[in-house]
């Protein structure tokens, strides 16, 4: 006989009756920790057990920056071309729609003027989730149109980068997004208004090569990758082996290629303090 009998049932409830755990409640960090996605989202999406910044796009940063979530969206619905009728695993005009519907997103960068703390702010930032944040001839135009609008209204510009770097499908096309951002950039110097670029992971390839690396003030998150080719690639190249995290945001800023490393948490108020120096 059993040393012990269950005198009433169990659990009741039918199998086809039982409720999963909706997805998307908790986020677990590279370093195992877990968090709730609401004190994510209250605590600007850094882990507080860990400081892990997570990877997060221009709606997150709007939020964050703009007062009360209130900004003006630039030039929206531009929409990238196919100048090379470009085809790899699939036609470039059918990946772009593709991307679209599954982001919410024309392209890979959004640009927006508003208030931050009362001062007034026009904001490129770059969404990864689109393509890899990849810089096609979309991105240059928004980009260069952003600057036309601080230069035009005498406002700061904010660059949030975010980008594996060119894009391939549109080839030479990308690469001139290089030159034709940095001579906009400029024309921003020489009108006399400030400029930050923040690098946020990853900021690679041409985009790193261009304009996140001219700003008056370049700064980044912690631990961000920050870097123009791979490893490998330099590695090879070179015929040597490279320090552990030479890429890094923190390494980055110890050999002179950054201002300074900013807290999410902190990133409005430091930005402000900033500008309010700059006037």
């Known amino acids: 006989m059993a040393w012990f009998k269950r005198q009433n049932k169990g659990i009741l409830t039918p199998t086809e009756n039982k409720k999963e755990a909706p997805d998307g409640l908790w986020?677990?960090?590279?370093?195992?920790k877990i968090i709730h996605m609401r004190e994510l989202k209250e605590n600007?999406?850094?882990?507080?057990?860990?400081?892990?910044?997570?990877?997060?796009?221009?709606?997150?940063?709007?939020e964050i920056l703009f007062d009360d979530n209130k900004f003006t969206e630039l030039d929206?619905?531009?929409?990238?071309?196919?100048?090379?009728?470009?085809?790899?695993?699939?036609?470039?005009?059918?990946?772009?729609?593709?991307?679209?519907?599954?982001?919410?997103?024309?392209?890979?960068?959004?640009?927006?003027?508003?208030?931050?703390?009362?001062?007034?702010?026009?904001?490129?930032?770059?969404?990864?989730?689109?393509?890899?944040?990849?810089?096609?001839?979309?991105?240059?135009?928004?980009?260069?149109?952003?600057?036309?609008?601080?230069?035009?209204?005498?406002?700061?510009?904010l660059m949030i980068s975010?980008?594996?770097?060119?894009?391939?499908?549109?080839?030479?096309?990308?690469l001139m997004q290089m030159a034709k951002t940095s001579a906009k950039l400029a024309q921003l110097s020489e009108a006399k208004i400030p400029y930050i670029s923040?690098?946020?992971?990853?900021?690679?390839?041409?985009?790193?090569?261009?304009?996140?690396?001219?700003?008056?003030?370049?700064?980044a998150e912690p631990g961000a990758l920050i870097g123009f080719a791979g490893p490998r690639v330099i590695r090879e190249t070179i015929g040597k082996d490279l320090p552990k995290g030479f890429q890094s945001a923190e390494f980055v800023l110890d050999h002179g290629f950054l201002d300074f490393i900013?807290?999410?948490r902190q990133l409005k108020s430091k930005l402000t303090t900033l500008l309010k120096m700059l006037k």
């Open 162 to 174: 975010k980008s594996g770097g060119a894009r391939m499908m549109e080839a030479g096309f990308s």
């Open 76 to 157: 929206k619905d531009i929409s990238s071309a196919d100048p090379l009728e470009f085809v790899d695993s699939k036609p470039y005009p059918v990946r772009i729609k593709q991307s679209q519907e599954k982001t919410d997103l024309k392209d890979a960068v959004r640009s927006a003027h508003g208030k931050m703390n009362g001062l007034d702010l026009c904001v490129a930032c770059m969404d990864f989730s689109f393509i890899g944040g990849s810089m096609g001839s979309v991105v240059g135009e928004k980009i260069a149109r952003a600057i036309d609008y601080s230069i035009k209204k005498k406002v700061p510009f």
């Open 198 to 219: 923040l690098l946020t992971d990853p900021t690679t390839g041409g985009v790193t090569a261009s304009y996140a690396m001219l700003g008056d003030f370049n700064i």
């Open 27 to 32: 986020y677990k960090t590279p370093g195992g």
């Open 44 to 62: 600007a999406y850094v882990s507080p057990d860990d400081e892990y910044h997570v990877r997060i796009g221009s709606k997150e940063y709007f």
């Open 262 to 264: 900013v807290d999410r």
